[in-house]
C-alpha cells in the first residue's frame, strides 16, 4: 500500500519523501516511480526509533520549508490471544502501530499550525473499529491510535490542520508475511486454526494494494474533509458493523463464528 500510495500522491504533484526502513529493498519502489513518471526521495527510517525520526523531520523542514502532508503507513500485525503474547510482543505492537505515529503527528505539528495548513492521515485497519479474535494486541493497538487522532482532530482544526484515518480491510500485501504468530496454539489450537482457515479466505479477495494505495492518496489530498476513510467498499461495511453497535452485541454475533469448529 505504501509503494502505491507514494507513486499516487507524486503523481497528484506533490513532492513526495518516502521512507523505508532499509533502502536497500527500494528496487520495487523505484521501478513503480519510474513506470509511472515520477520521482520520489527515498530515505531510511525505522519509525519506532522517535530519535531517527525527529531527525528526518527536522532535515526535510529545513530542505523544503515544510511538510504539508503526513502519511503514517507503517504496521506490524499479530495474530495471537492475550496468554500466548509476552508483555514485549504487546508492547512491540503499540510501538509500531500507535506511538510511532503519535510521535511523528507531534513532530509535524507545530510547522502546520504555524502555517495554518497541513494533513495528517494515520493508515488503521477496520481492526481500529471491529476487535477481532487473536488480534488483541494488534487492534489494542489500532483501536489506541483511532482514538489519539479522533480526539486531536477538532482540535487541530482550529489551526488549519486536518487530521484523519483511513482504514483498508483485507489487502494483497506484503503486511501478512510481517504477521506475529504463536509457535503452537496450545489450548487455543483448534480455534486458531478455524481463524487461520477463515482469514485465508478472506485474503483469497482481498483488496489490491494499488487500489488501497490510490485509496490513501485520496484521503490524503481531497478538498473533502472527513475524520473516517476506508478504501473500499468491504471496509465500509466492516467497519459499519461496530461503528453502529451501541451496545456491541453485533461485533461478538459477527466475529463468533470465526472461530467455529464443527
Not at 121 to 138: H, K, N, W
Not at 142 to 148: H, I, M, N, Y
Not at 190 to 208: K, N, P
Request: aromatic content about 6%.
Amino acid at each position: 500500500m505504501g509503494l502505491h500510495a507514494a507513486v499516487a500522491l507524486a503523481r497528484r504533484g506533490l513532492h513526495v519523501v518516502a521512507t523505508m526502513r532499509d533502502v536497500g529493498r527500494a528496487a520495487a519502489l523505484r521501478d513503480a516511480a519510474a513506470e509511472a513518471g515520477v520521482t520520489l526521495d527515498v530515505r531510511a527510517l525505522d519509525v519506532v526509533d522517535h530519535g531517527a525520526a525527529a531527525r528526518l523531520v527536522a532535515a526535510v523542514i529545513a530542505e523544503h520549508g515544510g511538510i504539508h502532508v503526513l502519511v503514517n503507513n507503517a504496521g506490524q500485525g499479530s495474530v495471537a490471544t492475550a496468554e500466548q503474547l509476552s508483555m514485549r510482543q504487546v508492547q512491540d505492537q503499540l510501538d509500531v502501530n500507535y506511538l510511532a505515529p503519535v510521535n511523528l503527528a507531534k513532530l509535524v505539528l507545530p510547522g502546520m499550525r504555524e502555517r495554518g495548513s497541513g494533513r495528517i492521515l494515520t493508515v488503521t485497519s477496520v481492526g481500529g473499529t471491529v476487535g477481532q479474535p487473536f488480534a488483541d494486541a494488534y487492534c489494542g493497538a489500532k483501536f489506541a491510535v483511532e482514538g489519539f487522532m479522533q480526539s486531536l482532530a477538532v482540535v487541530a482544526e482550529r489551526f488549519g490542520v486536518r487530521v484523519s484515518v483511513i482504514e483498508p480491510a483485507a489487502v494483497s500485501s506484503s503486511f501478512v508475511g510481517n504477521v506475529v504468530q504463536p509457535e503452537s496454539g496450545g489450548p487455543y489450537d483448534e480455534l486458531l486454526d478455524a481463524y487461520v482457515a477463515r482469514t485465508a479466505g478472506t485474503f483469497a479477495g482481498a483488496q489490491s494494494p494499488e487500489s488501497a494505495g490510490t485509496a490513501i492518496a485520496e484521503a490524503a489530498t481531497s478538498e473533502e474533509y472527513r475524520f473516517r476513510w476506508q478504501t473500499s467498499e468491504r471496509a465500509t461495511a466492516f467497519a459499519g458493523t461496530s461503528l453502529a453497535d451501541l451496545d456491541g452485541r453485533r461485533v461478538v454475533d459477527f466475529t463468533r463464528p470465526w472461530i467455529a469448529t464443527g
